[in-house]
């Protein structure tokens, strides 16, 4: 009776990981667990006044153990911690269940992710170098109030100093006149700083661009009322149709678990569909595994500019950004709260980092016109979305569950582009014609240019169809002559191909070979004998277009094709390794797969790029309207028939 | 006094084109106008017992003339009509404001559209043939009262008889033990029949196959409520926020006409943006052109099924089909009606063919998160919904127009997919495994297969950037080499390329040479000084796989590019031709484009191949659950900034 109190008590809170009760071995890290991992690696004497935690997350627990693992049983809990002392890098995994610390060494040749003290806290320093001020001035800023200087880290090694130093690349920005500076860059005038001394070792003045006076303040352009635009209402009066039980998220048959992850954001875990009764497994953990975003510009400040963006900026930045009701997510959202370790080791509570909403009523889930009657029934849908910012972007992250069986995963991107200023006022004059010299980038306001870069998403999909041994087959349509038919000369046709290794399952898009790409189970057949599957379809994506021999490519490496399948292998979690910043693209996805390792009827891991190349136009300053993209997972002769038939009118 | 009384009496009917006070030049055919076309054809004697009206359409006036179309001056209209008479094939054009035959001709080589009364009214001519009536025998079917046969033309020449005759293909179902036939076809029995004399030339039987008990009763199903489902309210209670006065709908600073076409479905016209207060061209005409539908089984039967939807069935089956309130379109949705002719040239009413709505409340039009504040502004979307049904398949067709000019068009598959009876009971004992052979489709249920098949759907977009003429640039991406760069080998420009000529701009998309396509106004700049421009942005397609000699693939050759250019000519509507029946290919997108044809700055029509290549799941059975596909068109460089900064909180 004690015991059924405290969960119900702790039902509510359990969802948030911030319930030590007893957690599920997937829920993310609860308060108490942060301090744990605290008082262990203080007491061990690793947290001292120069010491810093750069990284604290949940260690999953091997993937037997949590299937197996049963309410009341013993509840397996680790994290793994990065510290961060005196420019040396350690490694520590804590026991939190035992109170004890498992392991502890120091990484050679890695760098803990930068601090967001390191990112924001050097302006002074950098403010103090007489080059700096010498720069400043010859822009006529002497006045440095309203001058902004930060330090970012590079992803790849750009520079030697690197090698064995942690190198800081800073520039500076001037608000004068705004309220924040985004839009107001340096131009020209960069360094590099060595972070953990805080001398600056090199100031690098190229080029003297005049400060842009360009409007940026986009919150202050009165509002302007649409003409006749009248209210439209959403609302749920009998609240929301999903159930939340022990963590446990249910919805129009679908279970699933999701934890708040502080370097990769929402992870979702044992998604399962319910299917006449049984529970049946799809996929045992999804999540966004990296993020890479590489800038287009050969100029000084610009050229280094490759971004990592999830393993470089979690710590420092963190993925984990607030929801607006009523403008993120709709009137009948749940909302979800996050943490993460400080600098420090003390938790940080981040508030509606996630919603949970229900969106019905415009489009039919299935229809067809018969006889002059329309049959047919409507649907909804179950959206999961979170905020990544990491600086200027802005990325609203759905998973956006069907009643069907299927998810639509989507990428909205909006924010702040990242803009140069220019001495050219803009085009006028430069007209675009036949023969025009190649650009990188456009103006989007005067003096101001969008500079062309690339969004990389990697999404890591640990699929699960029926059990946790799946194949992965690629169903090729090839065209088939006929030279015996009267009536016709060709035709396509489908090959089935089970991938053996690793190399056969690297998947790109061409519309001359098109092809479909399925997580099957070899063991398990449907009604009517195919093996039961789940298809992973492609939306709009791209290819990344470096060369390939680049070290920002060799790191950013998933952007070269589009679909990838690997052996579930715990420590492989992160497209672009586990350190990608100064990295020499030693781990990741393409190192990985290298060793070509066997990938049928075992546990696999499928992981999609979605990627766009962005020239930036006019109407996306001073900030860009929502572009939206997506994929989508779904059943492919998983059910006996269309799952959705028996939905009511 | 009493003119401005008629027009606002008027101005609701105006909307379905249904009022002749004084319509707007691009208003579909009100009855009055049917009226008028049957009794100037009929006066001319060509509308005697044996005449019928296998097409009438607007035929729009030139586009100078409605440009400069003032309210309450004359306005042209006229009808093109065809005629079919005892095989023969006539195309009139009669003058309605005249009440004049303006033209009439005897087409030799082409076939018109077929009639509903052929497809369908062959059904006892056919079971009347002994021939029939002995190969249903050996399949055990002697009561024909459960067996429907009907005769589908085909669209391009795949017997020699079609040269000389107009020829239909016959097949027949048998629907015991089910409210309707598809499902149920009987294989291997077709026939072919000369639609004059209504003889059946060959009966062709190549195999016995039973006839299929499986189940296809789809709404019999018994509802399930997924547990604890609650209602999710839409409601708008202060109306709708569109305005519709003449005919111009407006809505967030968009105004656009429509009519409801009964060959192509909605037509959009004079859409433009209101900026600033100025009116703002970016589309003149935006409709479907055409839908090319090749199945891929060799077997016979199946080896003809090549479909050219809207050209072949507008006339005896039609796109205009009804939408169903609450399943369609949601609660907030207005209804509008179509209007067609019969094949006696009688107008005959289609209610509630297309709806128009709001959408809102869950995505951001843009948002940004800084120094610990969300901003933003919430985004609603205005969708204007049409249903095609072709026999089993229905199309959802949306043009949804966004607050921030772009507007993306979608096509939402959903309906029953064509199927063949087979005598193995299912895919059990014949596993799919590494080199097994290829398939033509795949089992969706017991002896029942889904044939794999394509959908291409050509859309025709005359679009109108601040003007009639435009230029075609594709903006593309290319990989520069960095020799000279310390930190970086490779970057991505961008090289501006207008096209001069047709073939210059015939797009195909890869992923390794991506480019954006854009429609540019040469002769207007923005404030930056880049000429105006609208993009028109791909979404997930797909190429056709066929041989380009193969006849059917000739005829939907569109389906060979993503996208092509033309100037704008008014007899080139049909991407696969204006009498797609029994078509030698002799007109149609490739053939016009081979004139090469200068485009630069011109009245431009592009045309959007949006494809996909379709292999049946168990889940597609027996009615598939919708699946969308979608592009944008979006202001490139149009507007001085984000056109939704500005938009209320």
Redesign the interface.
């Known amino acids: 009776m004690q015991r059924n109190l405290t969960r119900a008590v702790c039902a509510l809170f359990l969802v948030m990981g911030i319930c030590s009760a007893q957690p599920h071995p997937l829920d993310g890290l609860s308060t108490a667990e942060y301090w744990v991992a605290y008082d262990v690696l203080q007491q061990a004497g690793h947290a001292g006044p120069e010491g810093f935690f750069a990284s604290v997350l949940l260690r999953e627990p091997p993937k037997n153990l949590v299937l197996n693992w049963k309410e009341g049983s013993a509840t397996p809990r680790e994290a793994d911690v990065v510290m961060f002392e005196k420019g040396k890098t350690f490694e520590a995994r804590v026991d939190l269940a035992a109170r004890k610390l498992s392991s502890w060494r120091e990484l050679k040749d890695v760098q803990a992710p930068f601090l967001g003290s390191e990112i924001f806290g050097s302006d002074e320093v950098i403010k103090k170098d007489q080059r700096v001020i010498e720069a400043l001035k010859k822009r006529g800023l002497t006045d440095l109030n309203a001058v902004q200087c930060i330090v970012l880290p590079e992803s790849y090694v750009?520079?030697p100093e690197q090698n064995t130093q942690r190198i800081g690349f800073g520039s500076c920005s001037e608000q004068h006149g705004s309220y924040?500076s985004w839009g107001r860059s340096i131009e020209g005038l960069t360094l590099q700083m060595d972070m953990v001394t805080k001398t600056i070792l090199k100031v690098v003045d190229t080029e003297v661009v005049p400060v842009s006076k360009g409007g940026v303040n986009?919150?202050e352009?009165?509002?302007?009322?649409?003409?006749?635009?009248?209210?439209?209402?959403?609302?749920?009066?009998?609240?929301?149709?999903?159930?939340i039980k022990d963590g446990e998220v249910?919805?129009?048959?679908w279970h699933f678990r999701f934890r708040i992850d502080p370097r990769v954001g929402p992870v979702l875990n044992l998604v399962r569909f319910e299917d006449g009764g049984r529970m049946r497994s799809v996929m045992y953990e999804g999540s966004l595994s990296e993020l890479y975003v590489p800038y287009?510009?050969?100029t000084n400040g610009w050229?280094?500019r490759?971004f990592i963006d999830a393993g470089e900026f979690y710590s420092g930045v963190g993925l984990l950004?607030?929801?607006?009701p009523?403008?993120?997510?709709?009137?009948?959202a749940a909302y979800f709260d996050g943490l993460s370790a400080g600098e420090k080791g003390a938790p940080k509570i981040w508030p509606q980092v996630l919603c949970l909403?229900?969106?019905?009523?415009?489009?039919?889930?299935?229809?067809?016109?018969?006889?002059n009657i329309?049959?047919?029934?409507?649907?909804?849908e179950l959206?999961l979305r979170s905020?990544a910012?990491i600086g200027?972007y802005?990325y609203?992250m759905d998973w956006r569950f069907?009643?069907?069986?299927?998810i639509d995963v989507a990428v909205?991107a909006?924010?702040?582009i990242e803009t140069k200023i220019s001495a050219q006022k803009?085009?006028?004059?430069?007209?675009?014609?036949?023969s025009?010299p190649?650009?990188?980038g456009?103006?989007?306001?005067?003096n101001t240019i969008g500079v062309?870069h690339d969004h990389f998403f990697s999404f890591r999909l640990d699929l699960d169809v029926d059990g946790v041994d799946n194949s992965f087959?690629a169903?090729r349509?090839?065209?088939?002559?006929?030279p015996s038919?009267?009536?016709?000369?060709?035709?396509?046709?489908?090959?089935?191909?089970?991938a053996?290794r690793e190399q056969d399952a690297i998947m790109?898009?061409?519309?001359?070979t098109?092809s479909?790409w399925m997580f099957?189970n070899p063991n398990v057949?449907?009604?009517?004998?195919?093996?039961t599957g789940y298809?992973i379809m492609?939306?709009?994506?791209?290819?990344s277009?470096?060369?390939p021999?680049?070290?920002?490519?060799k790191l950013g490496a998933f952007s070269e094709h589009?679909f990838w399948v690997t052996p579930n292998d715990p420590t492989q979690r992160y497209a672009a390794g586990v350190y990608p910043t100064s990295s020499k693209a030693t781990d990741g996805i393409a190192v990985w797969t290298k060793a070509n390792r066997p990938i049928e009827n075992t546990d696999l891991v499928g992981w999609y790029t979605l990627g766009f190349?962005h020239?930036p136009?006019?109407?996306?300053?001073?900030?860009?309207?929502?572009m939206?993209h997506s994929f989508q997972i779904?059943?492919?002769?998983?059910?006996?028939?269309?799952?959705?038939?028996?939905?009511?009118?």
Not at 250 to 253: F, R
Not at 442 to 446: G, S, Y
Not at 508 to 512: P, Q
Not at 538 to 543: I, N, R, S
């Open positions: 750009a520079v924040h986009y919150e352009i009165p509002e302007r009322a649409r003409p006749g635009t009248t209210p439209i209402a959403i609302s749920q009066p009998m609240g929301a149709s999903f159930q249910s919805w129009q048959n287009m510009d050969p050229n280094s490759v950004k607030p929801l607006r009523g403008l993120d997510c709709p009137a009948n909403f229900e969106r019905a009523g415009s489009d039919p889930a299935w229809r067809h016109f018969e006889e329309v049959h047919g029934r409507p649907s909804r959206v905020a910012v200027n802005d609203l069907q009643q069907d069986g299927a909205g909006t924010g702040v803009n085009a006028a004059g430069h007209p675009m014609e036949k025009a190649v650009d990188f456009q103006f989007v306001a005067d062309n087959m169903d349509m090839v065209q088939q002559l006929l038919d009267p009536m016709r000369k060709s035709i396509w046709a489908v090959k089935h191909t089970i053996a790109d898009i061409h519309l001359e098109p479909m099957i057949k449907g009604p009517l004998g195919y093996p298809e492609p939306g709009v994506t791209a290819k277009l470096l060369s021999d680049d070290l920002p490519q589009q190349h020239m136009r006019v109407e996306d300053w001073p900030v860009m309207p929502t939206w779904r059943p492919f002769n998983f059910f006996g028939a269309n799952p959705v038939l028996d939905l009511p009118r």
